[in-house]
């Protein structure tokens, strides 16, 4: 019997590689932590994930479907000009890829090859950092993982592919970028990277502005503890994030609702 409230999708499991499919169901995991841990914007922004055995082809969003009902096969696959390589049937609905959503994780997947997911949000705490002239300050032991942080000046809304080079430009080789006046874009090397450094820049923009709304002055750090405590987040000094809660976050969402991977 159908499911009241989902989607009928047929299956792509049997319709790509085991290595896409794993990294469907990772990416779909990926969007329901986003939702769950309150980072999403309704059907609004996009995390893509790089097809591992197909050079040039990245796994991302159908514009339309909410965050929380994302599976592993509504997934389109997409190459870096745009063409969908893959699609499940939609019927009516006819759900295609966000302009914005193509422009800016295309951009990345092109140009930082080691990038395995990249993840744009619009949290509320994101987009009020992005608003404020100081930025992300430095101000959490969480915070300092962040002290290089890249910041990308508003533009618009991502339309059109001659922001591409400025975006890049502004991420650089860093993991994440504040988007002025906008939200956050994050990078990493694996899902579970990506959401890790997700999820730290959250709590960094949560707790300053937690902080910042005491209305006392802020407790600040000397700059040789900022760098250190920066350099032992960095992949040369520590082992790559997102290894260890990874399954455990897959085990969390099996427990609520297993169908992200269908």
């Given at each position: 019997m159908k499911?009241?409230?989902?989607?009928?999708?047929p299956?792509?499991?049997?319709?790509?590689s085991?290595?896409e499919?794993?990294?469907?169901?990772?990416?779909?995991?990926?969007?329901?932590?986003?939702?769950?841990?309150?980072?999403a914007?309704m059907?609004?922004?996009?995390?893509?994930?790089?097809?591992?055995?197909?050079?040039?082809?990245?796994?991302?969003?159908?514009?339309?479907?909410?965050?929380?009902?994302?599976?592993?096969s509504c997934?389109l696959?997409?190459d870096?000009?745009?063409?969908?390589?893959?699609?499940?049937d939609?019927?009516?609905?006819?759900?295609?890829v966000?302009?914005?959503?193509?422009?800016?994780?295309?951009?990345?997947?092109?140009a930082?090859p080691?990038v395995?997911?990249?993840?744009?949000?619009?949290?509320?705490?994101?987009?009020?950092?992005?608003?404020?002239?100081?930025?992300?300050?430095?101000?959490?032991?969480t915070?300092?993982?962040?002290?290089?942080?890249g910041?990308?000046?508003?533009?618009?809304v991502?339309?059109?592919t001659k922001?591409?080079?400025?975006?890049?430009?502004?991420?650089?080789?860093?993991?994440?970028?504040?988007l002025?006046?906008?939200?956050a874009?994050?990078?990493g090397?694996?899902?579970?990277?990506?959401?890790?450094?997700?999820?730290?820049?959250?709590?960094?923009c949560?707790s300053?502005?937690g902080a910042?709304s005491c209305?006392?002055?802020?407790?600040g750090v000397?700059?040789?503890?900022l760098?250190?405590?920066?350099?032992?987040?960095?992949?040369?000094?520590?082992?790559p994030?997102?290894v260890?809660?990874?399954?455990?976050?897959?085990?969390?969402?099996?427990?609520?609702?297993?169908?992200?991977?269908?």
């Amino acid at each position: 019997m159908k499911q009241a409230g989902v989607l009928d999708i047929p299956s792509m499991r049997g319709k790509c590689s085991e290595a896409e499919w794993q990294a469907r169901v990772d990416l779909a995991a990926c969007y329901r932590l986003v939702e769950l841990y309150g980072m999403a914007d309704m059907m609004a922004n996009h995390i893509s994930c790089r097809v591992p055995d197909e050079e040039g082809a990245f796994l991302i969003n159908p514009y339309g479907m909410m965050y929380e009902e994302i599976t592993a096969s509504c997934l389109l696959k997409v190459d870096l000009a745009g063409n969908i390589l893959s699609s499940p049937d939609f019927g009516a609905l006819k759900y295609g890829v966000n302009k914005a959503g193509y422009v800016i994780h295309s951009a990345v997947h092109a140009a930082r090859p080691e990038v395995g997911c990249v993840i744009h949000t619009h949290s509320w705490a994101s987009m009020a950092i992005s608003s404020l002239e100081c930025g992300l300050l430095p101000i959490t032991q969480t915070a300092m993982r962040f002290l290089k942080i890249g910041y990308h000046d508003y533009q618009g809304v991502v339309l059109d592919t001659k922001e591409q080079q400025s975006l890049l430009k502004d991420l650089g080789d860093r993991e994440a970028v504040i988007l002025r006046n906008h939200g956050a874009l994050v990078v990493g090397r694996t899902t579970g990277e990506a959401f890790n450094w997700t999820h730290r820049l959250e709590l960094a923009c949560r707790s300053q502005i937690g902080a910042m709304s005491c209305n006392t002055p802020l407790q600040g750090v000397p700059q040789p503890v900022l760098e250190e405590t920066w350099n032992n987040y960095q992949p040369g000094t520590r082992r790559p994030y997102g290894v260890m809660e990874w399954p455990g976050l897959l085990r969390k969402l099996d427990r609520l609702d297993p169908g992200y991977r269908d």
